[in-house]
Nanobody, 120 residues
Framework: VQLQASGGGLVQPGGSLRLSCAASGSIFSIIVMGWYRQAPGKQRELVASITVSGSTHYVDSVKGRFTISRDNAKNTVYLQMNSLEPEDTADYYC???????????????WGRGTLVTVSS
C-alpha cells in the first residue's frame, strides 16, 4: 500500500491550497483517512480526519478554515485549506488506517510529507 500526497506549495496569508492523497495497492477497506502536520521544532499533530462513513474531526485551530473530504471510489482524501495563516506552515502528512484483507487487522500507513509554506 502506498499513499501519494500532492498539492503543497507557497501561498500568501489569506490564500488557499488543496491537498490530495491517493492510496494505492491491495486495499480491502480504508477505515480512516486524515492529515497530520509537523512544523519545525514542534510535534506532529492531527489536523483533520474523516471516516469511511464521512464523519469528520478537526483540530480547533483549523475549524471553519479547512475542509476534509474523501472519494471512497478513488481511495483519495482531500484537504481544502482556506484563509491560510503563517502558523499553518508545516509539512503535511497523509495518513490512512487500512484493512488489506477481510478478517485481518487494520494498519496505519503514511505518505511522504508535502510542504505548505504560508508567507508574504
Amino acid at each position: 500500500v502506498q499513499l501519494q500526497a500532492s498539492g503543497g506549495g507557497l501561498v500568501q496569508p489569506g490564500g488557499s491550497l488543496r491537498l490530495s492523497c491517493a492510496a494505492s495497492g491491495s486495499i480491502f477497506s480504508i477505515i480512516v483517512m486524515g492529515w497530520y502536520r509537523q512544523a519545525p521544532g514542534k510535534q506532529r499533530e492531527l489536523v483533520a480526519s474523516i471516516t469511511v462513513s464521512g464523519s469528520t474531526h478537526y483540530v480547533d485551530s483549523v475549524k471553519g478554515r479547512f475542509t476534509i473530504s474523501r472519494d471512497n471510489a478513488k481511495n483519495t482524501v482531500y484537504l481544502q485549506m482556506n484563509s491560510l495563516e503563517p502558523e499553518d506552515t508545516a509539512d503535511y502528512y497523509c495518513h490512512a488506517n487500512i484493512i488489506i484483507n477481510p478478517g485481518t487487522f487494520r494498519n496505519d500507513y503514511w505518505g511522504r510529507g508535502t510542504l505548505v509554506t504560508v508567507s508574504s
